[in-house]
């Protein structure tokens, strides 16, 4: 298994631009989500998705947008980049079974917005 | 809202020495999950330890060991026997049930590290 995986590692935009952030698991999670990660604070939960075609908001949802197509895939949409949304992002994955659950992280894509 | 607390932005421990790091959280729920992860400069996020709420004994695994405190909504991940390894960013995080899985609230971390 891969795990789940982010495509880009890393990426330069100007204001304005639009993009997409790709990640992809193969381990047939149903629960993936989206973190940004900004110097001197935890991670912080931007959409996740409980499912194929349901996706919800988490804590910094603004200036994003999430869908759910298929249970592999959870791509991060930027419609139109700002530098505070400069950040290092990480896609996670996660089941639970039996009371127990385990989240996987993706490597994670550094975005640099200027 | 959640929320989740390290108080110590950076501790140090010498190798083969034991240290304890701090997490405090803030929450109304009954349950929940609580999870320390390692990110060493690689930037990847390693799961460390994971602990139900509803469970009254503290998770252990191998040398890493945590202390909950339920009533006192505390947290602290204890870490015997340091190696060189173990220096990183060591973040606490409050998991909130959405039914297949939790949504997850991260402490500021705190810098880990390891002195020969």
């Known amino acids: 298994n891969a795990g789940v995986t982010q495509t880009p590692k890393f990426q330069v935009l100007k204001t304005g631009q639009s993009m997409t952030l790709q990640c992809a698991q193969d381990?047939?999670?149903?629960?993936m989500s989206w973190y940004r990660q900004d110097p001197g604070m935890g991670l912080r939960l931007i959409h996740y998705s409980v499912g194929a075609g349901i996706t919800d908001q988490g804590e910094v949802p603004n200036g994003y947008n999430v869908s759910r197509s298929t249970t592999e895939d959870f791509p991060l949409r930027l419609l139109s980049a700002a530098p505070s949304q400069t950040s290092v992002y990480f896609c996670?994955?996660?089941?639970?079974?039996?009371?127990?659950?385990?989240?996987?992280f993706g490597p994670g894509t550094r975005l640099l917005v200027l | 809202a959640q929320t989740v607390t390290q108080s110590q932005p950076e501790m140090s421990v010498q190798e083969a020495e034991t240290v304890t790091l701090s997490c405090t959280y803030d929450?109304?729920?009954?349950?929940?999950?609580l999870f320390w992860y390692k990110q060493p400069p690689s930037r990847q996020m390693i799961l460390v330890i994971r602990?139900?709420?509803?469970?009254?004994q503290n998770a252990t695994e191998n040398r890493f060991s945590v202390n909950f405190q339920k009533a006192a909504k505390s947290f602290s991940l204890k870490i015997s026997d340091s190696q060189l390894g173990d220096a990183a960013m060591y973040f606490c995080a409050y998991g909130d049930y959405t039914g297949t899985a939790s949504k997850l609230t991260f402490g500021t971390g705190t810098r880990l590290q390891v002195t020969l």
């Open positions: 381990m047939n999670h149903e629960y």
């Open positions: 929450t109304s729920e009954s349950d929940y999950y």
């Open positions: 602990q139900e709420a509803y469970k009254q």
């Open positions: 996670a994955s996660s089941w639970r079974t039996g009371g127990e659950e385990t989240q996987y």
